[in-house]
């Protein structure tokens, strides 16, 4: 069965400019979980999306926005890039708004020259 | 806030040794707590989870325990092998959100 599909694996975007992650969870998951993890650093939560709502918000920039669509997958819109952004991206999906079946992507892994 | 705290923060042990990991969490509303094992540039590989009703479990090698008063829990790794040697990370979930608030990691050297 796939997993959950993240696109692009890996991208690179200069300063300023924008960069959109796209996150496909597994079939029937409806729970969508992005993860922000730096070089070093633990994965930190940015925002989660269940049903298609905003269930929950972490530490995720102004700058950053996303949204969960009707198939269920999820697009996270970066703007204004900042070197600091540079980190890999995760995206996790899970059942019914909690931790059942949670499963994490492969990754982008975003770069910011 | 929400916290995990995880020691140590690196670990080096010989072949066929036992390592520990310890966490410590602060939300008393968690109710699941993962552990995770990541490799460079990959994502992290769920190698154990243990629930608020459960005090201990063990999977071969791989054993959790869980002190719910103490809010802390372990792992246990016994007879390490050289593919152990990787970065490890406990979480916490709250019962509500699902979220993942995530230790500070463990990079655990396993010497042949």
């Known amino acids: 069965a796939a997993g959950v599909i993240q696109s692009p694996r890996h991208l690179i975007k200069e300063k300023r400019e924008t960069a959109t992650l796209k996150c496909y969870p597994i079939?029937?998951?409806?729970?969508v979980y992005w993860y922000q993890q730096g070089p070093g650093q633990d994965p930190q939560f940015l925002i989660s999306?269940?049903?298609?709502?905003?269930?929950d918000k972490g530490s995720i920039p102004d700058r950053f926005s996303a949204q969960q669509f009707s198939d269920y997958h999820s697009e996270l819109n970066m703007s204004s890039l900042e070197l600091g952004d540079s980190a890999l991206y995760f995206c996790?999906?899970?059942?019914?708004?909690?931790?059942?079946?949670?499963?994490f992507g492969s990754g982008t892994r975003l770069t910011v020259v | 806030g929400e916290n995990v705290e995880q020691h140590p923060s690196t670990l080096s042990v010989q072949e066929g040794d036992s390592a520990v990991i310890k966490c410590t969490y602060s939300?008393?509303?968690?109710?699941?707590f993962p552990w995770y094992k990541q490799e460079l540039g990959k994502r992290p590989q769920l190698i154990i989870d243990?629930?608020?009703?459960?005090g201990e479990k063990k999977d071969q090698r791989i054993a959790v325990t869980l002190n719910k008063t103490a809010k802390h829990f372990s792992l246990h790794i016994t007879e390490t092998q050289p593919e152990d040697s990787a970065v490890y990370f406990c979480?916490?979930?709250?019962?509500?959100?699902?979220?993942?608030?995530f230790g500070q990691g463990t990079t655990l050297q396993v010497k042949p």
């Open positions: 999306f269940y049903e298609k709502m905003q269930s």
């Open positions: 979480a916490a979930s709250s019962r509500n959100t699902g979220k993942l608030i």
């Open positions: 939300d008393s509303a968690s109710n699941y």
């Open positions: 079939s029937r998951h409806d729970t």
């Open positions: 243990i629930r608020s009703n459960v």
């Open positions: 996790a999906s899970s059942l019914g708004g909690g931790a059942a079946g949670y499963t």
